[in-house]
């Protein structure tokens, strides 16, 4: 299929390495942020969302971690298997408002066997 | 999650012409989503569809060049008219609502070529 990651930063990873992927975001006033994965010649898939009232919310193999402070956000992917290798996008929303998502850049995940 | 299928998944136009995507999802929700992706960027939101009235664009985009329509709560369509080569991108719809009323889940896209 078609690549997305064509531009995108990039992380390399062997397998079994834990991988932190980052996301700064731009609204302070964004309550609600989403990780979505992107496989080649695929649409976005939800991976793990997190609330503003939260700094850290847990899921299977994967934990989102938010610093409200300097709008950041990151995942944390434990035991990197060949199967994560994607492009990663973090994405905003303020649920009090209009709901429409703000993605960010994103960033393409490597691993090798 | 809601089931979202696009067709369709894939074509090659010329220049001049228009395509029109749909998008249905298997569950009645409440929001509907136009998205675009160019080649090797992120995600950049078009519209949202609205039923039973004109969608809600998104600064850069106009109704005359990507006309949407939504009959009811579960299908949508996203056309982009008179093509040029800059079109050339992923346009992927995108669902709120169903189960969950935060989070957005999206279909599998429609990779438009260009010539």
């Known amino acids: 299929g078609e690549s997305v990651g064509l531009h995108l930063p990039t992380l390399s990873v062997q397998e079994g390495d834990n991988s932190i992927i980052n996301c700064a975001y731009s609204n302070s006033a964004s309550d609600y942020f989403i990780w979505y994965k992107q496989e080649s010649g695929k649409g976005p898939q939800f991976i793990i969302d997190i609330r503003s009232n939260m700094d850290k919310r847990q899921g299977q193999r994967v934990t989102v971690l938010l610093n409200k402070t300097v709008k950041h956000l990151s995942l944390q992917i434990a035991a990197t298997q060949p199967g994560d290798s994607a492009v990663y996008f973090c994405a905003e929303n303020s649920l009090s408002g209009y709901s429409t998502l703000t993605f960010g850049k994103g960033t393409m995940l490597l691993v090798s066997p | 999650s809601a089931v979202i299928s696009q067709k369709p998944s894939r074509d090659i136009c010329q220049r001049g012409t228009s395509l029109t995507i749909q998008c249905q999802v298997d569950s009645q929700v409440t929001m509907m989503f136009w998205y675009r992706q160019q080649p090797g960027q992120s995600l950049t939101l078009i519209a949202t569809?609205?039923?039973?009235?004109?969608?809600?664009?998104e600064s850069g985009f106009v109704i005359d060049k990507f006309p949407i329509s939504r009959p009811n709560l579960t299908f949508s369509t996203l056309t982009v008219s008179n093509m040029s080569p800059e079109d050339s991108s992923i346009y992927l719809c995108?669902?709120?609502?169903?189960?969950?009323?935060?989070?957005?889940?999206f279909g599998p896209g429609t990779r438009l070529t260009v010539l």
């Open positions: 569809a609205n039923q039973g009235s004109e969608a809600t664009y």
């Open positions: 995108s669902v709120l609502g169903g189960r969950t009323t935060d989070t957005q889940y």
